[in-house]
């Protein structure tokens, strides 16, 4: 009944749906029947709701929650992937929240290391794990930029070296990184 509810379409009034009964039977299921052969069906149904919903933490709840306790579901692979994707999407970009950008790239390098089989999935947690690297080289640029404003030469020179580690010794940012550190006064001179 929850997994017919979850996909339908049909609302009622201004104040539910019938998906909204489905998450809850289907939640109410996975919580007292946690073992039951249906209970990864019913957690990859409810992290894929999630994931419509762009309700992030949601959706890598249940994905974690289907991994832990259904390790050899036939789910688990896509779990995998839609969890670290769902870390990913949860993102805003290089102005916001570093740690978040931390952990969302070390999870993202960590599944690619798993050597995923499907290539679909692979070449869209490699895009995904190129932006988030892309963005916290632009955060410490950012803050990099920040500090040379306000004339603090050690929080420039630090986020500086916080990004010649993190980049490639290639990439452009690395190499103005370089330069900009060159031209700063030595450590413990200045402010």
Same mark, same amino acid.
Request: no cysteine; net charge negative; proline share 6%.
């Given at each position: 009944?929850?997994?017919?509810?979850?996909?339908?379409?049909?609302?009622?009034?201004?104040?539910?749906?019938?998906?909204?009964?489905?998450?809850?039977?289907?939640? @109410?299921?996975?919580? *007292?029947?946690?073992?039951?052969? &249906?209970?990864?069906?019913?957690?990859?149904?409810?992290?894929?709701?999630?994931?419509?919903?762009?309700?992030?933490?949601?959706? /890598?709840?249940?994905?974690?929650?289907?991994? /832990?306790?259904?390790?050899?579901?036939?789910?688990?692979?896509?779990?995998?992937?839609?969890?670290?994707?769902?870390? &990913?999407?949860?993102?805003? #970009?290089?102005?916001?929240?570093?740690?978040?950008?931390?952990?969302? *790239?070390?999870? +993202?390098?960590?599944? +690619?290391?798993?050597?995923?089989?499907?290539?679909?999935?692979?070449?869209?947690? =490699?895009?995904?794990? @190129?932006?988030?690297?892309?963005?916290?080289?632009?955060?410490?640029?950012?803050?990099?930029?920040?500090?040379?404003?306000?004339?603090?030469?050690? #929080?420039? *020179?630090?986020?500086?070296?916080?990004?010649?580690?993190?980049?490639? =010794?290639?990439?452009?940012?690395?190499?103005?990184?370089?330069?900009?550190?060159?031209? +700063?006064?030595?450590?413990?001179?200045?402010?």
């Amino acid at each position: 009944v929850g997994a017919e509810l979850i996909q339908s379409e049909s609302t009622y009034f201004l104040f539910g749906s019938d998906q909204d009964d489905g998450e809850l039977i289907l939640g @109410e299921f996975v919580e *007292r029947y946690a073992t039951s052969p &249906h209970a990864d069906d019913a957690l990859r149904l409810l992290g894929d709701l999630a994931v419509a919903e762009e309700r992030w933490f949601d959706a /890598q709840r249940r994905f974690e929650q289907l991994i /832990q306790d259904h390790p050899t579901s036939e789910w688990a692979s896509l779990a995998s992937f839609r969890r670290v994707m769902a870390i &990913h999407a949860e993102l805003l #970009g290089p102005e916001y929240d570093l740690p978040s950008m931390y952990r969302a *790239r070390n999870e +993202l390098r960590d599944y +690619l290391a798993t050597a995923p089989e499907r290539p679909e999935f692979r070449t869209t947690a =490699a895009a995904a794990y @190129e932006e988030v690297t892309g963005w916290v080289i632009e955060r410490h640029r950012l803050d990099a930029d920040f500090y040379r404003t306000i004339g603090n030469s050690y #929080g420039e *020179r630090f986020h500086l070296e916080t990004l010649l580690q993190d980049a490639p =010794a290639d990439h452009p940012s690395a190499v103005a990184a370089q330069a900009r550190l060159a031209e +700063l006064p030595p450590p413990g001179e200045g402010s």
